[in-house]
T-cell receptor, first 111, second 115 residues
């Protein structure tokens, strides 16, 4: 079993819809949680960064962490065609600079 | 600000050939990483360098070697390329704080095909 599991998708939604992305993990030592966005033929870029449990909001993006369930989510409100990309979750433990990545979910927002 | 620069962007090799992938970062980061990305597999760590002068194996190191040339540069070498090494290779860097994980910054990748 992989340390980080991510819903494979792909996901196709109409413009304006809410996109919901999820990851589960098995390592209870993970404390730092990140979401990366990767456009086609580009490298991943950091989208959201959270520490421990709770919610973080940045514009149309909301990241949620539930450490008790070992479950993290990313919500994209009012989705736009420019949000079409692959989204990867990543996480790490304290004092461990290595990241464990999910496999990524490809999202297409239809105009 | 270029961030992380990888060269070349594309490469086609024949089985058994060798090549070196180059990576340079201009963010003064201490740590650098090499990943490969394959469909359905996500990013898998090949090697990393926590700081200048140190390198360590990641999840999938077999068939690769690395050199941390200086603080800015971290190269990945394939000594005898195999078709299984066909992949997209990403270099990343970060500046870990004490006890606090810092995000990694990625280059745009090298697309490598081995025939």
């Amino acid at each position: 079993q992989k340390e980080v599991e991510q819903d494979p998708g792909p996901l196709s939604v109409p413009e304006g819809a809410i996109v919901s992305l999820n990851c589960t993990y098995s390592n209870s030592a993970f404390q730092y949680f990140m979401w990366y966005r990767q456009y086609s033929r580009k490298g991943p870029e950091l989208l959201m960064y959270t520490y421990s449990s709770g919610n973080k909001e940045d514009g149309r993006f909301t990241a949620q962490v539930d450490k008790s369930s070992k479950y993290i989510s990313l919500f994209i409100r009012d989705s736009q065609p420019s949000d079409s990309a692959t989204y990867l979750c990543a996480m790490s433990a304290v004092d461990d600079y290595k990241l464990s990545f999910g496999a990524g979910t490809t999202v297409t927002v239809r105009a | 600000n270029a961030g992380v620069t990888q060269t070349p962007k594309f490469q086609v090799l024949k089985t058994g050939q060798s090549m070196t992938l180059q990576c340079a970062q201009d963010m003064n980061h201490n740590s650098m990483y090499w990943y490969r990305q394959d469909p359905g597999m996500g990013l898998r760590l090949i090697y990393y360098s926590a700081s200048e002068g140190t390198t360590d194996k990641g999840e999938v190191p077999n068939g690769y070697n690395v050199s941390r040339l200086n603080k800015r540069e971290f190269s990945l070498r394939l000594e005898s390329a195999a078709p299984s090494q066909t992949s997209v290779y990403f270099c990343a860097s970060s500046d870990p704080g004490t006890g606090v994980a810092q995000p990694q910054h990625f280059g745009d990748g090298t697309r490598l095909s081995i025939l």
